[in-house]
């Protein structure tokens, strides 16, 4: 039997963040994108979870914060202006594009990232896991979050077309 610290602490690689901080961050993220959609500071969360326990206690205060917000403070989110730092400057989105491209693939990255400490370490998991109920479980329920994140969205989502960007297909 391996002992759970070994999985919160596992790494892909040395120079990489464990397990335990990649839920932190997808978890950051998925609070910080619904509180700055809706217009609000979003609150902040004590990275000191050590065990699988703590980390689906930190996943379930996000999905519980995320379902808390008004629903009317998301009417002109697709609007909104929001700056953030990337790459230490300053970036204005707008609030469809800090949806769709920060924050959505950011959690992607840090959930497929906890898929790989995972499977990395000996749990079997597939791309069938990683895409159905038994990875939201695997994997502490991040699935959850983002389900919750895309929910929370829907007429956000209604605003992003092709048209909207420039996305040019050769």
Do not use: W
């Not at 335990?20 to 978890?27: N, P």
């Not at 004590?46 to 206690?57: I, P, R, V, Y």
């Not at 379930?60 to 008004?70: G, I, P």
């Not at 919750?148 to 420039?166: E, I, K, V």
């Amino acid at each position: 039997k391996v002992e759970e610290s070994v999985y919160v602490n596992a790494r892909l690689y040395p120079d990489m963040l464990p397990l335990s901080s990649q839920v932190q961050i997808a978890t950051d993220i998925a609070r910080s994108t619904t509180s700055r959609l809706a217009g609000v500071e979003p609150p902040s969360y004590e990275d000191n979870e050590k065990t699988f326990d703590d980390l689906s206690a930190r996943i379930q205060r996000t999905v519980d914060y995320m379902s808390a917000l008004d629903v009317g403070a998301f009417e002109t989110a697709a609007t909104r202006e929001i700056t953030r730092p990337v790459r230490g400057q300053p970036h204005t989105f707008t609030g469809t594009n800090y949806f769709l491209q920060f924050a959505v693939p950011n959690v992607y990255f840090h959930a497929a990232t906890a898929y790989g400490i995972l499977r990395h370490n000996g749990v079997p998991l597939g791309k069938a896991d990683f895409l159905g109920e038994r990875f939201e479980r695997a994997i502490l329920g991040l699935a959850q979050f983002l389900d919750a994140l895309s929910q929370r969205f829907p007429r956000l989502l209604n605003y992003f077309t092709l048209q909207d960007h420039d996305v040019h297909l050769s």
